[in-house]
């Protein structure tokens, strides 16, 4: 079963701009991580927040984690053509640390 | 690039034929992933490993099995390859438990006729 649904399913924006994507889960995660696809690449890991964690950063990135609501956010500051991709959540649960991964948001950013 | 190389990275077969696709790492990592991924179904885990020879079904284990002789060689097989196991097949390593960010490899595409 998916641990982690990411909404939109497609966003498209123009570059820029900024890019938000959600991620919900259906039960309590140990940590939630966020994973880029370029088309035809393997995902590449971009940003770790663990359950007692509220917000973090990475360069443009911005991860907040709100475990009453089961949901987290992914902000892409100031996007570019290059953020062109596929966005995963993945949560870990229980005594696995085995992520499971949603089906992804497609991020459309038109230069 | 974290060092994971999958072979073959592309492969054309037949239904009922045995499949093997070889995930190789130069990283030392205990932990190995077998994922496929499919359209409207994102990444599902296959199969994982935590050491040498110890391997644990993931949630679409049927119709696959694993091996884990060497830390640095995770091995996938299909005894009888389905039409419903044409994916793109990911292999990803992991270093410990608890830090368990994953660095995939480029990816096998599978295609059964």
């Known amino acids: 079963s998916q641990q982690g649904e990411e909404d939109p399913q497609a966003l498209s924006i123009q570059e820029g701009e900024n890019a938000t994507m959600n991620c919900s889960y259906k039960t309590s995660i140990n940590n939630l991580q966020w994973y880029r696809q370029n088309s035809g690449r393997g995902l590449v890991h971009l940003i770790l927040i663990r359950s007692n964690e509220r917000e973090k950063h990475s360069g443009r990135l911005r991860v907040t984690l709100d475990t009453s609501k089961k949901s987290s956010s992914l902000l892409i500051t100031a996007s570019r053509a290059a953020d062109t991709a596929s966005y995963f959540c993945a949560g870990s649960s229980g005594g696995s640390y085995i992520p499971t991964f949603g089906r992804g948001t497609s991020l459309i950013v038109h230069p | 690039d974290a060092g994971i190389t999958q072979s073959p990275r592309h492969k054309v077969t037949e239904t009922g034929t045995p499949v093997t696709l070889r995930c190789h790492q130069t990283e030392n990592h205990r932990y190995m992933y077998w994922y496929r991924q499919d359209p409207g179904h994102g990444l599902r885990l296959i199969h994982y490993?935590?050491?040498?020879?110890?391997?644990d079904k993931g949630e679409v284990s049927d119709g696959y099995s694993v091996s884990r002789s060497k830390t640095e060689d995770f091995l996938l097989t299909l005894e009888s390859a389905t039409s419903s196991q044409t994916s793109v097949y990911f292999c990803?390593?992991?270093?410990?438990?608890?830090?368990?960010?994953?660095?995939f490899g480029p990816g096998t595409r599978l295609t059964v006729l």
């Open positions: 990803a390593i992991s270093e410990i438990a608890g830090n368990n960010e994953q660095f």
């Open positions: 490993s935590y050491g040498v020879k110890d391997t």
